[in-house]
């Protein structure tokens, strides 16, 4: 069929179903977290407390409309998506079984996770060497413009990156004394993700059949001469895929990080200092 006989169906039909939504075909993607540390061959008598990572807290502070009209979810704030989706509990849980999975490949033993630090009873204060204490600031910095709408159609492309800070500290638990503290600029670690969206214009005018019909027959036109390009014809939204795979690298860079600062014989420099604190604190 010739490109004069798809625009004439296509106006047909478009006036006879009139003004019905197109669905958007939402792109996910899966959080997989994982890092593999190397497994020291040495053992050692200290025992690590791990107190759960925790994210400082969020406030969206990102408008619900436009010009008057409501934004659709696709222009949604990343950090609300992510604060409000299961993005931050699954990671929180993730990063405190990746602290304990480092701590004993490198040979030592752990209690907990934690949910807090007062958690941690005295009697296990007392019995391990020190507590690590971490927690996380992280941020989606979104560089989008307005949607660009044309007619019954509208486009956003833009980018996101991660930012904030993570850190951790080691302190002696029946103290509080501080041995180290380490602190990952996560703008350090270079993560940025594109995404793209296609949808209705809310502020189309939906009365406008033939306005309708014409738009569409149009997108047939476009979709069947694209052969293989990117198809604008249907509406899509990668923007849930591109932050699952953004919240994967983050795990795997930051986890990294972390493995490279927690050194056993830095760990274990701080011994003798540990040891006196504890005497006197029973004492």
């Given at each position: 069929?010739?490109?004069?006989?798809?625009?004439?169906?296509?106006?047909?039909?478009?006036?006879?179903?009139?003004?019905v939504a197109?669905?958007?075909?939402?792109?996910?993607?899966?959080?997989?977290?994982?890092?593999?540390?190397?497994?020291?061959?040495?053992?050692?008598?200290?025992?690590?407390?791990?107190?759960?990572p925790?994210?400082?807290?969020?406030e969206?502070?990102?408008?619900?409309?436009?010009?008057?009209?409501?934004?659709?979810?696709?222009?949604?704030?990343?950090n609300?998506r992510?604060?409000?989706?299961?993005?931050?509990?699954?990671?929180?849980?993730?990063?405190?079984?990746?602290?304990?999975?480092?701590?004993?490949?490198?040979?030592?033993r752990?209690?907990?996770?934690?949910?807090?630090?007062?958690?941690?009873?005295?009697?296990?204060?007392?019995?391990?060497?020190?507590?690590?204490?971490?927690?996380l600031?992280l941020?989606f910095?979104?560089?989008?413009?307005?949607?660009?709408?044309?007619?019954?159609?509208?486009v956003?492309?833009?980018?996101?990156?991660?930012?904030?800070?993570?850190?951790?500290?080691?302190?002696?638990?029946?103290?509080?004394?501080?041995?180290?503290?380490?602190?990952?600029?996560?703008?350090?670690?270079?993560i940025?993700?594109?995404?793209?969206a296609?949808?209705?214009?809310?502020?189309?005018?939906?009365?406008?059949?033939?306005?309708?019909?014409?738009?569409?027959a149009?997108?047939?036109?476009?979709?069947?001469s694209n052969?293989?390009k990117?198809d604008?014809?249907k509406?899509?939204?990668?923007?849930?895929?591109?932050?699952?795979?953004?919240?994967?690298?983050?795990?795997?860079?930051?986890m990294?990080?972390?493995?490279t600062?927690?050194?056993?014989?830095?760990?274990?420099?701080?011994?003798?200092?540990?040891?006196?604190?504890?005497?006197?604190?029973?004492?």
């Amino acid at each position: 069929m010739n490109l004069k006989g798809i625009f004439s169906l296509t106006l047909v039909f478009s006036l006879l179903t009139g003004c019905v939504a197109a669905p958007i075909e939402r792109q996910t993607g899966e959080l997989d977290l994982k890092y593999n540390s190397e497994r020291s061959s040495k053992t050692h008598v200290q025992t690590i407390a791990i107190v759960s990572p925790k994210f400082a807290e969020y406030e969206s502070a990102q408008p619900t409309s436009y010009n008057g009209l409501p934004i659709p979810r696709v222009t949604a704030d990343f950090n609300q998506r992510f604060y409000q989706g299961n993005y931050a509990a699954t990671l929180e849980s993730a990063l405190g079984q990746g602290f304990q999975k480092l701590i004993t490949d490198k040979g030592f033993r752990f209690v907990g996770p934690y949910q807090s630090f007062d958690e941690i009873t005295y009697t296990d204060k007392r019995d391990t060497y020190l507590a690590i204490i971490p927690s996380l600031d992280l941020k989606f910095s979104k560089a989008a413009a307005q949607p660009n709408c044309s007619g019954a159609r509208c486009v956003e492309e833009g980018s996101f990156a991660i930012s904030g800070d993570f850190s951790f500290k080691l302190v002696e638990p029946l103290t509080m004394q501080t041995f180290m503290t380490k602190r990952i600029s996560l703008q350090d670690l270079g993560i940025s993700k594109e995404y793209r969206a296609i949808f209705d214009n809310p502020g189309h005018n939906k009365n406008d059949l033939v306005g309708l019909a014409l738009n569409t027959a149009f997108e047939q036109i476009e979709k069947a001469s694209n052969q293989g390009k990117v198809d604008n014809s249907k509406n899509i939204d990668t923007s849930d895929k591109v932050l699952a795979e953004a919240v994967n690298e983050f795990y795997a860079a930051a986890m990294g990080r972390i493995d490279t600062y927690l050194t056993p014989e830095e760990i274990l420099s701080f011994s003798r200092d540990v040891e006196a604190l504890k005497d006197r604190k029973r004492y």
